[in-house]
């Protein structure tokens, strides 16, 4: 559904299987990977090669895209700017 030209949640059973399954490796990458490049989904370890939270600036696009932005959308706004902040 569009509202005001933005997509406000899924529609149809295909729609919120995507968004089931997006929240599902979300949560486990906040629970074992949170600030790391990659979750190891298996051992639920992480792999970390360029320092920046790779994931997380992967993921802003899809949580704003999939009506996710309330929290995850902050809080990934908010470590971005200390991450770049602390950076410098």
């Not at 949560?27 to 997380?56: Q, V």
Request: aromatic share 18%; net charge negative; proline share 2%.
């Amino acid at each position: 559904m569009l509202v005001y030209g933005l997509y406000s949640g899924p529609e149809n059973v295909r729609q919120k299987a995507v968004v089931d399954e997006f929240l599902h490796a979300w949560t486990n990458y906040k629970r074992h990977a949170w600030g790391r490049d990659e979750l190891k989904p298996i051992s639920r370890g992480w792999i970390d090669f360029m320092g920046i939270g790779l994931t997380i600036v992967d993921s802003l696009d899809t949580l704003y895209i999939m009506g996710l932005n309330e929290g995850n959308f902050h809080m990934v706004t908010v470590f971005l700017c200390l991450l770049f902040f602390f950076s410098f």
